[in-house]
């Protein structure tokens, strides 16, 4: 019996390997380049052509292609028709990627992800609550302050998980800190099943304690109370919670 069709086998194989080598490579070689490129816009943040960066940087077009794609999709480089490229504001980077988690949340395949970003969320909503009463605008303060009159008075479920939802990615807006203000990513959209004429829940008494005591704190600054606001409400919010509170 011939052999020829093992040796096909094998050599299909051996070629598949190379090539992932080949594209491993490449990712890394793109990688190294995108740390270099934001060092060479101007004082405007303005990048050469791609043409000009590949010939100072000696690499292919194409290889620069590649580490400026990398560079767009994580917030560091914007490139406009007929404007050009230039670097973002360092503190407009991505530090979290919010597209992988994104499609990590749409997929809704593994439990143990949202597990993981509620305990996430549980640790540090605190903290970007105490952060939000103490440094935000009156513009982040008046978006904390809307989300919770919303809530309180929705009378519909989709104006109600709207509300919740503003709530806490304005609290997390609101932190001066770099990687809080990221984590408005790890707050679920809307359930895209969720029923329009639904009416909202009812809203204890202790959920609404929770809320004025939240609000009131960050209108007034109290970091103290504003944490201590944030996870009561938390117990209400956060994914297997229960919803229990003492009233």
């Known amino acids: 019996m011939s052999d020829r069709p093992n040796d096909s086998v094998a050599l299909e194989g051996a070629l598949c390997a190379q090539w992932r080598v080949f594209g491993l490579r490449a990712r890394a070689a793109a990688d190294r ?4 490129i934001p060092a060479l816009c101007d004082a405007t943040g303005a990048l050469p052509t791609q043409e000009i960066l590949a010939q100072v940087l000696g690499v292919s077009r194409a ?10 999709a994580r917030g560091v480089v914007d490139v406009r028709t007929k404007v050009g490229s230039r670097v973002v504001d360092e503190r407009q980077w991505q530090l979290v990627d919010r597209h992988v988690v994104g499609w990590r949340l749409a997929r809704a395949t ?9 305990e996430i969320r549980r640790v540090l909503e ?10 935000a605008s009156p513009e982040q303060r ?12 929705a009378t519909s479920l989709a104006d109600y998980a709207i509300a919740r939802r503003q709530l806490h990615v304005a609290l997390l807006a609101a932190s001066p800190n770099q990687f809080l203000q990221q984590l408005t990513c790890l707050v679920p959209p809307l359930d895209s099943g969720l029923d329009p004429t639904a009416p909202a ?6 959920e609404r304690r929770a809320l004025v005591q939240l609000e009131a704190a960050i209108r007034d600054a109290d970091a103290v109370v504003a944490r201590e606001g ?15 509170v003492d009233a």
Do not use: C, Y
């Open 230 to 244: 944030i996870e009561r409400l938390n117990k209400w919010d956060l994914p297997n919670a229960g919803g229990q």
């Open 110 to 118: 593994d439990p143990d992800f949202l597990a993981n970003i509620t």
């Open 142 to 153: 008046a978006r904390i302050t809307f989300a919770s009159a919303m809530r309180l008075s």
């Open 63 to 72: 290889l620069l292609r590649e580490a400026v794609s990398r560079l767009v």
């Open 126 to 135: 605190p903290l970007a609550a105490a952060d939000a009463a103490q440094h």
């Open 201 to 206: 829940p009812a809203i204890s008494e202790a």
């Open 33 to 36: 380049l995108a740390e270099r």
